[in-house]
């Protein structure tokens, strides 16, 4: 079993930044892909980034593409979203998740982690 622990959401004026962490344990999740994602209210849940394992390749939706950076080290069990240059559209619930690379879905979650930004 993999658990997953978002942290580091908060309030934010637009134009700020904020880096969420998210800390995976209970196997080596060796050959997986870590991704992050976003709901708002009243929308459905939105891919944000994803990261190989090795930190090789890295995933972006359009919308974050050059303001959001993730990255993973893997020494700490820990994935992390640099969040640069947001925007009120960026409000939502953020979740970290987990797949196996040759999986076409992804396996495992965490609870979320609230990014509100507001002036």
């Known amino acids: 079993q993999v658990q997953l622990v978002e942290s580091g959401g908060g309030l934010v004026q637009p134009g700020g930044s904020l880096r969420l962490s998210c800390a995976y344990s209970g196997r080596t999740l060796s050959s997986y892909i870590m991704g992050w994602f976003r709901q708002a209210p009243g929308k459905e849940r939105e891919f944000v980034a994803a990261?190989?394992?090795?930190?090789?390749?890295?995933y972006y939706a359009n919308s974050v593409k050059g303001r959001f950076t993730i990255s993973r080290d893997n020494a700490k069990n820990t994935i992390y979203l640099q969040m640069n240059s947001l925007k009120p559209e960026d409000t939502a619930v953020y979740y970290c998740a987990t797949k196996h690379d040759t999986s076409a879905q992804y396996d495992y979650w965490g609870q979320g982690t609230q990014v509100t930004v507001s002036s």
């Open positions: 990261i190989s394992w090795n930190g090789g390749r890295t």
